[in-house]
C-alpha cells in the first residue's frame, strides 16, 4: 500500500467521546480500519453509529479522543479539510443537491480530488458503475427513485477517489433486489482498493461481506473481531441476525 | 410622435434601464444564493460603486477604463472587509441579525460617503455621443444603449461562471446545501468571500452604468427599492427569474411614466412595480422562477 510509510493502520480512533448536549452519544469508542477491505459497523438504533462516523468527518466535534487518519489528527479540522484528505462520508439520506443533475452531483464529487484532469476518466468510472446514473445524467437528482439517490450518492463519493469511504446505511429504504445490488458494489469498491467503513442495520449482509467487524451499544465497542467470527457469535445471532 | 413610436419608444427606453436594474438585481441575488441573506443595502453599495468610480477617474486623471479598474479593487476590497469583519463574526447568529446589520451598514454608507467623498465629483462624464441614434424612426440615447450591451455582456459572463465553471459549481453547491458542499469538500467562507467579491465588481459596474444612463448618479441609491420588487418577482434565487423581472419591472416603469404619470401628476411609475409585486404574488407565490422548497424524500 503505497503512501503508508509503515502505519498499520489507515484510520485509528481511540477513546472517542461524543455528546450531544447532556446525551452522552459516544463513550470512549476505540476502533481500527486497515488500508484495504471492508470494516463492519453493527449496533441497534441509537447506539452510536451515525455519530461516530459524523465525528469522524468533522460533523460534530468530539469532546475527548483522537481520530488518526494515515497518521494524521482529525479532530478539530473542519468539515471540507477531512473531505479535501479523500475521507469521503456518504451519510444516511444520502446528502444529494436535489435541484442539481446527476452530471452536477458527481462533478462536485470530483472537486475533493485535487487532480482535475483525471475528473473524466472518474466520471466514466462511476458510470460503469452504476449505469443507470448515465441514462438520467441531465435529470434533477431530486427526482430519482431512492436506489438511484443511493447509487448517485455512493458514484458522487467515488469521484472523489477516496481513500476511506464511509456508507452510512446504504441499504435503509430500498427494495430487496436494490438491496442486492448496493451489496454487491460495496465489495466490487474495495476489491478496487478503497478502504470502506460501512454502517448497516442489516447485521447479515453487512458481515457476509466484512472481513471484521465491531458491534457497537449505547456508545461502547462491546464486541470486535473477523466478521465470519461474528456471525457465528450467539450473542450476535441472538440481538442482530434475529436468530432464536 | 405617432402613437405606435411613442409606446415603441417607452418600451425600448424602459428595457435599457431594466437591463442595469437587472445587474444590480444579480448583485443581491449572489449574496442570497450564497447564504439566504437580504442584503438590504444593495443601493448604497451601487452608490458607493459609483462615486468610487467617479472620484478615482478625477484623482488619477485617468480614462474611464482606469478608473473602473481602480473602482473594482476599492469595492472588491471594501467587500471582502466587510464579509470579514462584519458577517464572519456574526455568521453563528440567527439570519435576522445579519439582515438588520445590513440596514445599518447601507445608512452608515449613505452617510460615510458625503464625508468621503466630498467636493469629488458625483459625475461620470459619458464617453459616448451625446447625439441619440435612430433605429427604425425612434431616438435612443447611446450612452443607453451601450450600458445596456456593458450590461448584458456582463449577465453573460456571470451566467456561465455560474454554469460552466469550476467555482460556479461549487458557489451553487453552497447555495442549495452548506452542508452538502463543505461533505464534498468546499470551504464555505473562501466561497462567501468569492460571493462578496463579485458584488463589489457589479456595483461598480451598475453604478457606473447607471450613473452614465441617467445623466447624473442622482438619487441611485434608490436603485435598491427598484430592485426588490425585482428579486421577489424574480423568485429570489433564479439568476433568469431575476433578468426577466428586470425587463418586466423596466419596462413597465417607463410604460406607466409615459402613459400615467400625465394624468395623475407623477411619481405612479415608482409605486407601479409594487402593484404588479403583490398582483403577481397572490398567483405565483414563488415569483416567476422561484422554486418552493419541495423534494422527494
Known sequence: ?244 | MPDGAFFAFLVVDGALAGAIYALVALAFVVVYKASRMINFAVGEWTMVGSRTAAAAGQVLGTGLAGALVTACVAMIGLALLFNRVVLRPLSQRSLLSLIMVTIGVGIFMRGAATVVFAGLPVRIVSPFPADPLVVGGLPVAVDKIAAAAIAAATIAALSWFFHGSRTGLALRAVASDQQVAMAVGIDLHRHFALTWGLVGVLSVLAGTLWSVASGGGFGIELLGLKVFPIVILGGLDSLPGTIIAAFVVGILESLVTGYLDPLVGGGFSHVASYVVLIATLLVRPYGFLGRPDVERV
Not at chain 1, 88 to 110: D, F, S
Not at chain 1, 190 to 197: I, K, M
Open chain 1, 1 to 244: 500500500m503505497g503512501g503508508l510509510e509503515g502505519t498499520p493502520h489507515l484510520l485509528e480512533i481511540r477513546d472517542l467521546h461524543v455528546s450531544y448536549g447532556r446525551i452522552r452519544a459516544l463513550q470512549g469508542v476505540s476502533l481500527t480500519v486497515p488500508p484495504a477491505g471492508i470494516v463492519a459497523l453493527i449496533g441497534a438504533n441509537g447506539a452510536g453509529k451515525s455519530t461516530l462516523l459524523r465525528a469522524i468527518s468533522g460533523v460534530v466535534r468530539a469532546r475527548q479522543g483522537s481520530v488518526s487518519f494515515l497518521g494524521e489528527e482529525l479532530v478539530g479540522l473542519p468539515v471540507h479539510q477531512i473531505a479535501r484528505r479523500r475521507l469521503i462520508h456518504v451519510p444516511e439520506g444520502r446528502g444529494m443537491l436535489a435541484r442539481m443533475t446527476v452530471l452536477e452531483n458527481l462533478r462536485l464529487g470530483g472537486l475533493a480530488a485535487r487532480d482535475r484532469r483525471d475528473a473524466a476518466a472518474d466520471l466514466k468510472r462511476a458510470f460503469a458503475l452504476f449505469p443507470a446514473l448515465h441514462t438520467r445524467r441531465s435529470q434533477l437528482a431530486g427526482s430519482l427513485s431512492g436506489g438511484e439517490q443511493q447509487m448517485l450518492a455512493i458514484g458522487r463519493a467515488m469521484m472523489a477517489r477516496p481513500r476511506l469511504l464511509m456508507l452510512d446505511e446504504p441499504s435503509l429504504g430500498l427494495a430487496p433486489l436494490l438491496v442486492r445490488e448496493i451489496f454487491r458494489i460495496i465489495p466490487q469498491l474495495a476489491g478496487e482498493g478503497t478502504a470502506v467503513l460501512l454502517v448497516e442495520q442489516n447485521a447479515r449482509m453487512a458481515l457476509q461481506c466484512a472481513a471484521h467487524a465491531y458491534v457497537l451499544q449505547t456508545g461502547r465497542v462491546v464486541l470486535s473481531g473477523p466478521a465470519a467470527d461474528l456471525l457465528a457469535a450467539p450473542e450476535v445471532q441472538r440481538a442482530y441476525l434475529g436468530a432464536g
